[in-house]
């Protein structure tokens, strides 16, 4: 996902020279509501806002299961788009235009029901990551884990992860780092709690707890034994 740094809300007066639209149309909704209006590009059925809009510099749409952000560049002139769906609002594209019309194709394709293929292949400036597709395609556990054992800043940690991964039951749960502590979901779209924790010690060691009992942490020294052991704990999150 692109960078938003730079994208801002506030005054529109600091970058009025940039964004003439929106001072014409008070406001960037109302600005990205006429210019698709003035190209025939239809954004649906969506009311629009009955009160003043406080953030001008700052569009925001949605539609079922699809929700849409524009924010503006302060240097130069680049509307800053991204762009969720599915559970969660987890899967996402992002990218910047200096083209308003194209700001209002983007969002109305997306509404529409684009997939994420489909709006970068229309508009290249468009990016997403392998794991917003995976939470397309509905598998963002499987991707995941293959990213995690590609990347080079785990190496350490790969014969750990191949253990894991190995273990259908394991392999079925969302891995993901934080803190240098590896954590195994039971639900990538976080509408489940409970977790699995693994610490890798230096001495080549293991702790494992779950996120019912942090207390509770057991010491392994053989991976076999580990994945055994989270097999079991995962049966009980």
Request: no cysteine; glycine share 8%; net charge negative.
């Amino acid at each position: 996902m692109n960078d938003m740094n730079g994208a801002i809300g506030g005054d529109p007066s600091s970058v009025s020279g940039h964004y003439p639209e929106l001072g014409r149309f008070e406001g960037l909704t109302a600005a990205i509501r006429a210019t698709a209006a003035e190209h025939g590009i239809s954004l649906g059925d969506e009311p629009r806002p009955t009160v003043v809009d406080w953030t001008p510099q700052v569009a925001a749409f949605e539609s079922p299961g699809r929700r849409m952000k524009v924010n503006v560049l302060l240097e130069e002139r680049g509307f800053v788009i991204w762009l969720g769906s599915g559970r969660g609002l987890l899967s996402s594209a992002s990218g910047t235009t200096a083209d308003i019309v194209e700001t209002a194709r983007v969002i109305a394709a997306w509404k529409k029901g684009a997939t994420l293929k489909e709006l970068s292949d229309s508009f290249p400036f468009m990016t997403y990551s392998r794991l917003s597709q995976g939470y397309e395609d509905g598998n963002p556990e499987a991707v995941m884990w293959h990213l995690l054992l590609e990347n080079q800043e785990f190496t350490q940690y790969r014969d750990l992860l191949a253990a894991l991964h190995a273990e259908p039951r394991l392999a079925e749960m969302f891995p993901f780092f934080s803190m240098w502590t590896l954590r195994l979901a039971r639900d990538a779209y976080r509408e489940q709690a409970g977790e699995l924790l693994i610490q890798q010690q230096a001495d080549g060691s293991y702790l494992l707890w779950s996120s019912k009992a942090e207390e509770d942490k057991r010491e392994f020294r053989r991976l076999d034994d580990l994945v055994a052991a989270a097999v079991a704990l995962r049966t009980v999150l």
